[in-house]
Every structure is written in structure tokens, then in C-alpha cells.
């Protein structure tokens, strides 16, 4: 199996094990029922063509309705957490300079994913913590029809933090690096 093939694997597999079995994101269990979320692996050794690959695939989901989301997988040159977060400013900036800001939105992962403000160690991070850098392409609509539904969208983050925390950092990494099975919700 390639390296691409592997991250892409873990990836799903993440989602399915940590994103929608502990309910991080209640609104993923819908996409991935559907297989409405695309995986694409992207190279970030040059962020030119990285910041390229995530223009095209705004144009695909412009294209493609039926692609609800798109995780793209950064499989080489953002090892580094400054690094990627480098890129990630730069792919908000093109997203807004290209027309997408308030069409499409950015959310961030990445495997030493901290907040600012927040210690490392702190279970906390895991919520955008995930075996290999991405950047997730959502549609804002989307969003904005799935948050009407919703009662009190605004507690999901504290709901995540109390969890993660309940859990401890040693669980969340063995989760995250696929050496413990995470029970999956029905």
C-alpha cells in the first residue's frame, strides 16, 4: 500500500472510530452514512501546489452537489504544527482572494494540533487532533441548515472538551494513531 493509500486509510478510519463514534461532530455520522465525504490526498512539500489542489477542489464541490465535504489529506511537508499552520493562513487568505469565503470554510487538523492558549498535554486538543495534517472544506450552507435543527450548537465544543478530558491524553493517542478501538455509537 502507498503512503498516500495508508493516510488515506487512516483518515477514514479516524473518522469513522473517533470523529462519529464519540460524536465529535454530530453532523458527520449523516455524511459518512451517505459516503458523501471525499478523501484526496495532497502533497504540501510545495504549498503552491498544495493551495492549488484545495482550489480545485472547491470548483469540484461547486460542480458536484452530491460531494457534501472534502478532507484533504496533507501527506508530506506540514509535519511541522507552525508549518501547517502557515499554510492554513495562506489557504484562508486564497479561499477569500478566490471568491469562496462565506461559500466554503476552513477547519483544521492536525496530529500536534494545540490551541492557543492551551498546554499540549491538555486532552482538549484532540478535538482537532487526527493521524495526518488536513484541511476539511465545508459548505457553509450546510452548515447554517444543519445548526438550525440543532439545539445549542454553541455547547458542542464544551461537551467535546469535557469528553476528551474524561478520556485522558494516553487513550485519545493510542485512539488517534489506531493502536486502541474506539467503540463505535449506534
Not at 450552507?141 to 491524553?169: D, K, Q
Request: proline share 4%; glycine share 4%.
Amino acid at each position: 500500500m502507498t503512503d498516500n493509500a495508508v493516510s488515506l486509510s487512516q483518515t477514514r478510519d479516524w473518522v469513522k472510530r473517533f470523529v462519529v463514534a464519540r460524536d465529535i461532530c454530530p453532523f458527520a455520522r449523516r455524511e459518512l452514512d451517505r459516503d458523501s465525504i471525499r478523501y484526496v490526498a495532497v502533497s504540501a512539500r510545495s504549498f503552491e501546489s498544495a493551495l492549488l489542489a484545495l482550489i480545485d477542489e472547491c470548483r469540484r464541490l461547486d460542480d458536484e452537489p452530491s460531494i457534501e465535504t472534502t478532507l484533504l489529506v496533507l501527506t508530506q511537508g506540514v509535519a511541522d504544527f507552525d508549518d501547517y499552520l502557515d499554510l492554513l493562513g495562506l489557504a484562508e487568505a486564497l479561499l477569500e482572494d478566490q471568491g469562496y469565503a462565506g461559500i466554503y470554510q476552513l477547519a483544521s487538523f492536525h496530529p500536534a494540533y494545540c490551541f492557543d492558549g492551551v498546554d499540549e498535554s491538555d486532552p482538549a486538543n484532540y478535538t482537532n487532533r487526527s493521524p495526518s495534517p488536513m484541511l476539511h472544506l465545508l459548505r457553509e450552507t450546510s452548515i447554517e441548515r444543519a445548526l438550525v435543527g440543532f439545539a445549542h450548537p454553541e455547547r458542542i465544543p464544551e461537551r467535546n472538551v469535557r469528553l476528551l478530558r474524561e478520556m485522558g491524553s494516553d487513550r485519545l493517542a493510542a485512539g488517534i494513531n489506531g493502536t486502541e478501538a474506539l467503540e463505535v455509537r449506534q
